[in-house]
């Protein structure tokens, strides 16, 4: 079963590392201070990720953290771990007893992405707005396994046995966003994504919204 939600996010990494240089006392810099490179590598890493929950028919929890570092220009490059879980009530039907089966996954997977900022064409709000691709790739085991003439089917006709199979899942997310800044080293990240690889096994349905926080380091 596909699912539309609004993923809510909580991140709760903070490192910020501070350097003074040093002066002598007539204000004269000395030779052995070192200088205060705002662009260092470490300012160009921030962590993030999603936190999100879904309860009723379908329980649904995904906890996804990411680490990202700005390359050339305004594009980042980022790598996103994921894991969710899956509960859903009356999943499945039984044709033989006429039961509806309950339905239980854990997915585990990750993900790269690319994300362009706008900061280098607009030094207003909409330097803020930025571009974003993903690949992601799932793995879930399912407590049934395809075969044509079973007796199980899912929401959508297709027929299963008894039997654990192991599903992989490959999605490719375009779209875009908006960060909203909250400090100088924390902002909110709003994005709509769409994926170019939906299928049936896929747990998103399009668009997928997404609602995370970065932290600069």
Known sequence: MKIIALKLSLIFFCTLLYCTPCRAQDSIRSLSSVPNNPDNFWRRVSVGGNL????????????????AIRTVDQLHVGLRFIYQYYNYKNYYWNKVTGDYLRYKSNVFGGGIYLRYYL???????????FAHVEYEYLSYTRPYSRS????????????????????????????????QPITTRVSMDFMILFNLNDSFQ????NPV????VGVGL
Do not use: C, M, W
Request: charged share 10%.
């Open 52 to 67: 999100g929950f879904q309860f009723g028919n379908v329980t649904g929890i995904t906890v996804a953290p990411e680490v």
């Open 119 to 129: 900061k280098s064409l607009f030094d207003n709000f909409l330097g803020n707005l």
């Open 148 to 179: 044509i003439g079973g007796h199980i089917f899912d929401p959508f006709g297709n027929s299963y046995i008894p039997g654990n199979q192991v599903v992989e899942v490959s999605s490719i997310f375009a779209g875009g966003g908006y960060r």
């Open 202 to 205: 896929s747990p998103y349905s």
């Open 209 to 212: 919204f997404r609602l995370g």
